[in-house]
């Protein structure tokens, strides 16, 4: 009898020196229950599943089952963590295969929470059930927001009890992304066994995500071009949208230039560049606004790490890496300065537009205005009858900015309609994941199914769903994140 799902999966990663992997096995758990299940993804992902059969599919995604098809694994790395550079290595996600898609595309299918790894140092091995449902949550969200992003499959439910600040009901999360390979995984490659395996790792990477720089006449420099680019635009994503992922070590940053590691992150509601929500981010490291700072400092660690790769000739290679890194904040600003323009509706450049744009976040700052509304607003042209939005700065600011549009010899009608693109109407805001979690965590999925719903388009405002914008007065202020292990 075939399985309950079916994979195509195939193997490259065990081609690699074993230094980069171990082979390891899921640990059962007492009751698999399959909770949620991502259809839309399966499909595209060319995984058929059979509807009748959920508990075996729960059985294959809890690890309880091993299809033959599968070769587990938990993959070696390294990592700054906070700027501090220590071993680590999958110590609760084990790898099942590479999922070759209908069109070809190539996907690690992971297991998060499956059970104890060589590299769990101190760890269970295993996750919460409302930390992989927020996962599943904000990893959807960041997809329908179309921002590149590791996905989720499905969550199981495992029977079992998880022992963290208090005892909590455990989960199996399938995590679904281009790659696994990390910054971290250069890392360790160049920081263990002398750095005799990097040029395989990158080697490996660039056939796996960039085959065209094959050909390049400087294969490191050109693959570390790539993934600042990669990196640029994902921050700039990052930024539109207000979120701040909370865990930016350079384990969590992924070559592929997914969003990857959800953890601690969360949306901003008011406007303030400071934000931060981590419980253990007490100096502010991974703030919403300090994540293009971090992710040129992140790339640093990777440049520094394929050093040996660059030239053997180690002056040669601080040149051209420090020649290449520092690319960064200019190709980040310009970046971010267009992006800044399509949510004002702008699509040519003005000299004076840093400072268009910088007035209106100022004003949002110091009024504490909601990040995701006053766009909203201003795309709609219609304001809340509140003190901060009936403001003479905030009209000036308009007038100033009607005009800009008006350079453009386009209607200010044009212009809102091509915001619609580019600003979200509906964003997971804090309390309402927050309230979703925790009914699910009482056995209730009503809450979380209608969220799920509404971050699934993002883009489209619906009236009957106004009360998803709304964000509770001073909710934040003590609001915080945490790592979920
Ligand atoms: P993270 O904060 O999720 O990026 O995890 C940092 C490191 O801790 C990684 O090596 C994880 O695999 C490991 N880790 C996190 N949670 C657990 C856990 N419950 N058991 C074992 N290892 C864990
Ligand atoms: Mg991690």
Known sequence: MSAAIQFNFDTTYTNLPSFFFSEVVPTAVANPQLVLLNQG???????????????????????NTLIPETTPLAQAYAGHQFGNFTMLGDGRAILLGEQISPQGERYDIQLKGAGRTPYSRGGDGRAHFAAMLREYLMSEALHYLRIPTSRSLAVVWTGEPVYRERTRPGAVLTRVAKSHLRVGTFEYAKNFQGGAYLQDLLNYAIARHFPDLDESENKAIAFFEQVMELQAALIVDWMRVGFIHGVMNTDNMCIAGETIDYGPCAFMNAYEPKTVFSSIDTQGRYAYGNQPYIAHWNLSCLIS???????????????????????????????????????????????????????????????????TNTFFYLQEGIFPDTATYQSSILEEWISDWEQRIAKENRSKADAQTTMRNVNPAFIPRNHRVEAALSAAEKGDMEPFHQLLEV???PYLFRPSLESYQEVPESFDENYQTFCGT
């Open 305 to 371: 790490a394929l050093l040996p790769a660059i030239s053997s000739n180690k002056e040669e290679a601080v040149k051209l890496a420090e020649a290449s890194l520092q690319k960064f904040p200019a190709f980040y600003e310009a970046q971010w300065l267009d992006m800044m323009r399509s949510k004002l509706g702008l699509t040519q450049v003005d000299v004076k537009d840093k400072q268009l744009i910088d007035r209106l976040l100022g004003w949002m700052q110091g009024q504490k205005a909601d990040f």
């Open 455 to 457: 971050i699934q388009q």
């Open 41 to 63: 993804l399966a499909q595209r992902l060319g995984i058929p599943f059979d509807e009748n059969r959920i508990s075996e599919i729960g059985k294959i995604l809890s690890g």
